[in-house]
């Protein structure tokens, strides 16, 4: 079936530090992929998303690129900021159904 | 401003009691979506609709209804039938195609809270 994997959090780190968050998928067909972000008591924005093998999504200093050899959408970011502090979902879409599949996200706390 | 609004931020429900949750949404998509959120376990799918007087059951749509009489508007029902209610809801909705990389926009969300 369809499914999708995020590494587990809480990921904490120091202001300016790089930001690796991982997310594999397994998927029937050709998925697009997004990258949301959820801060606390708020619903999800759209961060970035790939619709094709390797594309790369960027967004406020984000990037993730679309990797089909390791099914893999891997998000990143040179130099976190405290206010990046959120939880952070990865998703596909099966191109041509209406479902979505979420990651369980993943926590990101930046200090100062 | 476009966007999904939902309504009320917080639910607190007897047992025992129905109570619904509304999502309106101004952006002219076609079709909307109905997710739980709990801590540690994502997003999943309660019930989406493709157009209006049409819906599908999600993953997880035992204990839920849903009615889509309008574009706009779907509501979600939380049944005394549910025995675990308190959780996270998050209303979605997206343009009515299926093309890669169709994007879905969220509501703030309403909590729900079992006294």
């Known amino acids: 079936g369809n499914s999708v994997t995020q590494m587990e959090g809480p990921v904490t780190l120091s202001e300016e530090a790089f930001l690796t968050i991982n997310c594999t998928y397994t998927?029937?067909?050709?998925?697009?992929l997004f990258w949301y972000v959820q801060y606390p008591g708020e619903g999800l924005q759209l961060l970035l998303k790939?619709?094709?093998?390797?594309d790369k999504g960027s967004n406020k200093g984000f990037e993730a690129t679309y990797r089909k050899e390791t099914t893999s959408f891997h998000l990143e970011k040179g130099s976190v900021q405290v206010s990046d502090s959120a939880v952070y979902f990865c998703?596909?879409?099966?191109?041509?159904?209406?479902?979505?599949?979420f990651g369980t996200g993943t926590r990101l706390k930046v200090l100062a | 401003d476009g966007g999904i609004t939902q309504s009320p931020k917080y639910l607190f429900r007897k047992e025992g009691q129905n109570v619904t949750l509304s999502c309106e949404q101004n952006?002219?998509?076609?079709?909307m979506y109905w997710y739980r959120q709990d801590p540690g376990q994502g997003l999943r799918l309660i019930y989406y609709?493709?157009?209006?007087?049409?819906?599908q059951k999600g993953d997880i749509a035992e204990g839920y209804s849903v009615s889509r009489e309008k574009k706009e508007s779907f509501p979600l029902t939380v049944t005394s039938a549910q025995k675990n209610p308190t959780a996270f809801y998050l209303c979605?909705?997206?343009?009515?195609?299926?093309?890669?990389?169709?994007?879905?926009?969220f509501g703030p969300g309403t909590r729900l809270l079992v006294l």
């Open positions: 998927a029937t067909g050709y998925p697009s």
């Open positions: 952006l002219n998509h076609d079709a």
């Open positions: 979605a909705s997206k343009t009515s195609g299926i093309a890669s990389g169709e994007t879905q926009y």
């Open positions: 790939a619709t094709k093998a390797d």
């Open positions: 998703a596909l879409m099966i191109s041509g159904t209406y479902k979505y599949i």
């Open positions: 609709s493709q157009i209006v007087n049409d819906f």
